[in-house]
């Protein structure tokens, strides 16, 4: 038995526009990222005072799962995923409101922070999210 390597050749330029295109079309709902931002300021007990400034109306896609741990009443625990344009810039302490799912405006906007680093594949960004 003859073993051999194969180089896989990489993506073209061309490529890489075309799935990251294909990707954001596909991007059917709406979010706002809160990038967060230090401040000097201090609350009353001494505390930094936490601050964040929306980015809005960016196609995402959100993707929940319910989780596989145990779930009660009290607690709504899903396993969340968010995929993003290529060129989003994103922070591991930064927070996204879903505000439109499938095109349609919720009346109840939904907020996740993110946890972590983004993973960077060719076509865009994947985020994972905690509620």
Request: charged letters at 35%.
């Amino acid at each position: 038995m003859r073993l051999y390597e194969e180089k896989m050749r990489n993506f073209t330029s061309t490529e890489l526009e075309r799935m990251q295109g294909t990707q954001e079309e596909g991007m059917m709902d709406i979010c706002d990222l809160l990038e967060h931002v230090e401040t000097d300021r201090k609350d009353e007990y001494g505390k930094p005072v936490e601050q964040w400034v929306a980015r809005s109306g960016l196609a995402c896609g959100l993707d929940l799962r319910s989780s596989g741990e145990v779930r009660n009443a009290e607690a709504d625990l899903w396993d969340v995923r968010l995929r993003l344009p290529i060129d989003t810039e994103v922070s591991r302490v930064d927070r996204v409101v879903i505000t439109h799912r499938f095109g349609a405006l919720l009346g109840e906007p939904m907020l996740f922070q993110v946890e972590g680093e983004a993973l960077r594949g060719p076509s865009g960004l994947v985020l994972k999210l905690k509620n």
